[in-house]
């Protein structure tokens, strides 16, 4: 039998990335709010460089909760299981998956939000991909703007504007939607490489621009500056430059005397009363006891496979298959973002063992609807992303363009030359939903707790694999120009697996019959529930994910502070 609480005003599920943002403004806005979360609170001692700790034991030790909770996939219905990682992208801490990102902050182009109309309008709806679930978002890129531009300032986030309210500054993105302001911090800066690689897309007439990143390039809200040492890639910040949001926006919350956090907290349902047609709290479970923490609205922020996976488990006489999912739209629309690499090896020394991922160059040039697709065969595009960070392990197990075997004395002697002289592009595409891509409960494996896991059944469709051929070439091009030896494009894609880019399943929409929550984050079907993060995307566009889903987050929040009577009181 739980252990009842007091009552709140709002319970968020998760004080990640969006969860953490989610509580300034209500907290701000006079509103109690407990956020309960699985990590616990982590100090800068816990950041050590160390790649080997970091990126191939699992992080942070405190809380193993997303390792023991690896979702299965497979490509489709008949196929079989891919094999199942050890290891989860995501990480349980106060701050969550913000503490160990790379932490480039983008927002999507206008194109991202109208891919139906828009492509409609100009090449004809024949050219949406069969059996793709595409729909228009329910607003455009301007509704969001006040919400990207709140979020870059309270968070922090440096970077170049390539266009403040329709004027264009060829410093920065050309293809950027209007915003009314620039960044709160100029760029982070360049490196000599990435300068290389900048001169290198001017030669091919392309548009190359530093990308934004909640990295301090100078002290910031009394936080350092960036000091370019890395080994953040997969790690946290030990003097506070990277913006999770442990140091960003759940302090300025809890400064309010608003906000507490219960850490080490794992919530387990989300308990809806038929009575009274609303959810009415959560159950979680904090050192082997259960607690029911009642709350006049519930926030659920524990990141996509999570979010889907409290829903499918919250089952009551109303909702028999789940919370909010008598329509039966939790874990469809799902799609695991489609990024790719390509590797490129040089003459000479790229001096790369300084800098971070999102200390970088991006051309956009081929990024959504950035250039004409009449001639094509796929819509979208993707971003080309260089930047400089290189780890010893990283570096060891580079390839080795066919110059050498994968092992021996010649493969040392390659190693020892070329350590230094390789890069790998990163690049970010436009991916859309398909028909025969969702999420469910795994029928088979359990975590620990006994829960069921996430399942994931989805391939990339053919428009994602032409995308992929023809953005794959252009990156070629871009280090072809720079003056690479020898290049190699990362392997063909097939199946969706667990990624840090996971969109959809809970999506958002005015079209009850294809969507979960309405177009302010709540529940068609439950009017106190809110869902945050990217389980609310319909689109990627050729960006991460994490600045759009925090605007997304504090839009849903400002939302329920300005209409409290209407979704809260009953
Ligand atoms: C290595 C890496 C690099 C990345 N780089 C970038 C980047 O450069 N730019 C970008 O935009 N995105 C990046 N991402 C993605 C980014 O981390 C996510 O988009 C973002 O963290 C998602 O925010 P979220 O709040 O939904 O999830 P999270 O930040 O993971 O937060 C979810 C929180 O919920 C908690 N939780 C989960 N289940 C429960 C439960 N049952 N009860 C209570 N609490 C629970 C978790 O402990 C966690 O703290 C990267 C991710 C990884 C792994
Ligand atoms: S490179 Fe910058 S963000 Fe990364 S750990 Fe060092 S100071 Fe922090």
């Given at each position: 039998m739980a252990i009842d609480l007091k009552r709140t005003n709002v319970v968020i599920v998760g004080l990640?990335?969006?969860?953490?943002?989610?509580?300034?403004?209500?907290?701000?806005?006079?509103?109690?709010?407990?956020?309960?979360?699985?990590?616990?609170?982590?100090?800068?001692?816990?950041?050590?460089?160390?790649?080997?700790?970091?990126?191939?034991?699992?992080?942070?030790?405190?809380?193993?909760?997303?390792?023991?909770?690896?979702?299965?996939?497979?490509?489709?219905?008949?196929?079989?299981?891919?094999?199942?990682?050890?290891?989860?992208?995501?990480?349980?801490?106060?701050?969550?998956?913000?503490?160990?990102?790379?932490?480039?902050?983008?927002?999507?182009?206008?194109?991202?939000?109208?891919?139906?109309?828009?492509?409609?309008?100009?090449?004809?709806?024949?050219?949406?991909?069969?059996?793709?679930?595409?729909?228009?978002w329910p607003f455009g890129l301007e509704e969001l703007e006040p919400y990207y531009d709140r979020v870059e300032h309270e968070v922090g986030v440096s970077g170049q504007a390539g266009n403040i309210d329709g004027v264009i500054d060829p410093r920065g993105n050309v293809f950027e939607g209007p915003r009314k302001r620039g960044y709160p911090m100029s760029p982070l800066r360049a490196s000599e490489f990435t300068a290389l690689m900048a001169n290198a897309a001017r030669k091919l007439g392309w548009h190359p621009f530093p990308g934004p990143a909640a990295i301090n390039s100078q002290e910031y809200d009394d936080r350092p500056a960036c000091q370019y040492h890395g080994f953040c890639a997969q790690g946290g910040c030990h003097v506070s430059a990277k913006n999770s949001t442990a140091v960003s926006t759940i302090p300025k919350a809890m400064e309010t005397k608003r906000l507490e956090v219960v850490p080490l907290a794992i919530a387990t349902?989300?308990?809806?009363?038929?009575?009274?047609?609303?959810?009415?709290?959560?159950?979680?479970?904090?050192?082997?006891?259960?607690?029911?923490?009642?709350?006049?609205?519930?926030?659920?922020?524990?990141?996509?496979?999570?979010?889907?996976?409290?829903?499918?488990?919250?089952?009551?006489?109303?909702?028999?298959?789940?919370?909010?999912?008598?329509?039966?739209?939790?874990?469809?629309?799902?799609?695991?973002?489609?990024?790719?690499?390509?590797?490129?090896?040089?003459?000479?020394?790229?001096?790369?063992?300084?800098?971070?991922?999102?200390?970088?160059?991006?051309?956009?040039?081929?990024?959504?609807?950035?250039?004409?697709?009449?001639?094509?065969?796929?819509?979208?595009?993707?971003?080309?992303?260089?930047?400089s960070d290189r780890r010893p392990i990283g570096a060891a197990s580079m390839l080795t363009f066919g110059k050498a075997p994968s092992w021996g004395t010649k493969w040392k002697s390659f190693i020892r030359q070329n350590a230094d002289r390789a890069n790998e592009a990163h690049l970010q595409l436009s991916t859309l939903p398909h028909e025969e891509n969702y999420l469910d409960l795994d029928p088979d494996v359990k975590d620990p707790m006994g829960f069921p896991v996430i399942r994931i059944t989805g391939e990339y469709k053919e428009n994602d694999k032409?995308?992929?051929?023809?953005?794959?070439?252009?990156?070629?091009?871009?280090?072809?120009?720079?003056?690479?030896?020898?290049?190699?494009?990362?392997?063909?894609?097939?199946?969706?697996?667990?990624?840090?880019?996971?969109?959809?399943?809970?999506?958002?929409?005015?079209?009850?019959?294809?969507?979960?929550?309405?177009?302010?984050?709540?529940?068609?079907?439950?009017?106190?529930?809110?869902?945050?993060?990217?389980?609310?995307?319909?689109?990627?566009?050729?960006?991460?994910?994490?600045?759009?889903?925090?605007?997304?987050?504090?839009?849903?929040?400002?939302h329920l502070a300005a209409n409290w009577k209407s979704i809260a009181d009953h």
């Amino acid at each position: 039998m739980a252990i009842d609480l007091k009552r709140t005003n709002v319970v968020i599920v998760g004080l990640g990335a969006v969860g953490g943002v989610a509580a300034l403004p209500l907290t701000r806005a006079g509103f109690d709010v407990i956020g309960l979360e699985a990590g616990s609170w982590l100090t800068p001692s816990d950041f050590a460089p160390d790649e080997l700790r970091n990126e191939y034991r699992g992080w942070p030790q405190a809380v193993q909760k997303a390792n023991n909770e690896v979702p299965t996939a497979r490509p489709n219905r008949s196929a079989p299981y891919s094999p199942r990682s050890r290891l989860h992208p995501m990480m349980n801490a106060v701050g969550g998956t913000s503490l160990h990102y790379w932490a480039m902050s983008w927002r999507l182009n206008p194109w991202d939000f109208k891919v139906v109309s828009e492509t409609t309008r100009r090449y004809g709806a024949s050219r949406i991909p069969k059996g793709s679930t595409v729909e228009d978002w329910p607003f455009g890129l301007e509704e969001l703007e006040p919400y990207y531009d709140r979020v870059e300032h309270e968070v922090g986030v440096s970077g170049q504007a390539g266009n403040i309210d329709g004027v264009i500054d060829p410093r920065g993105n050309v293809f950027e939607g209007p915003r009314k302001r620039g960044y709160p911090m100029s760029p982070l800066r360049a490196s000599e490489f990435t300068a290389l690689m900048a001169n290198a897309a001017r030669k091919l007439g392309w548009h190359p621009f530093p990308g934004p990143a909640a990295i301090n390039s100078q002290e910031y809200d009394d936080r350092p500056a960036c000091q370019y040492h890395g080994f953040c890639a997969q790690g946290g910040c030990h003097v506070s430059a990277k913006n999770s949001t442990a140091v960003s926006t759940i302090p300025k919350a809890m400064e309010t005397k608003r906000l507490e956090v219960v850490p080490l907290a794992i919530a387990t349902s989300i308990v809806f009363d038929d009575r009274s047609d609303r959810v009415i709290g959560v159950i979680y479970v904090k050192g082997g006891v259960e607690y029911f923490q009642p709350a006049d609205v519930v926030l659920l922020a524990s990141y996509t496979y999570e979010n889907v996976r409290q829903l499918l488990l919250s089952k009551s006489g109303r909702f028999p298959n789940g919370l909010s999912n008598n329509g039966g739209q939790v874990g469809r629309h799902y799609f695991s973002h489609l990024q790719g690499f390509v590797s490129a090896l040089f003459p000479f020394n790229l001096n790369n063992w300084y800098g971070l991922p999102a200390q970088g160059v991006a051309v956009d040039t081929w990024a959504d609807d950035n250039f004409d697709h009449s001639g094509l065969d796929f819509i979208g595009g993707g971003s080309l992303w260089v930047y400089s960070d290189r780890r010893p392990i990283g570096a060891a197990s580079m390839l080795t363009f066919g110059k050498a075997p994968s092992w021996g004395t010649k493969w040392k002697s390659f190693i020892r030359q070329n350590a230094d002289r390789a890069n790998e592009a990163h690049l970010q595409l436009s991916t859309l939903p398909h028909e025969e891509n969702y999420l469910d409960l795994d029928p088979d494996v359990k975590d620990p707790m006994g829960f069921p896991v996430i399942r994931i059944t989805g391939e990339y469709k053919e428009n994602d694999k032409r995308l992929y051929a023809f953005i794959q070439d252009k990156m070629v091009q871009w280090f072809t120009e720079a003056g690479a030896i020898a290049i190699e494009k990362g392997d063909p894609i097939g199946s969706m697996v667990p990624t840090p880019h996971a969109y959809g399943g809970t999506r958002m929409g005015d079209n009850p019959k294809t969507n979960v929550v309405n177009r302010w984050g709540f529940s068609h079907e439950v009017p106190n529930l809110g869902i945050l993060g990217a389980s609310v995307m319909g689109t990627s566009g050729s960006r991460n994910p994490t600045l759009t889903a925090q605007a997304l987050a504090w839009r849903t929040a400002e939302h329920l502070a300005a209409n409290w009577k209407s979704i809260a009181d009953h």
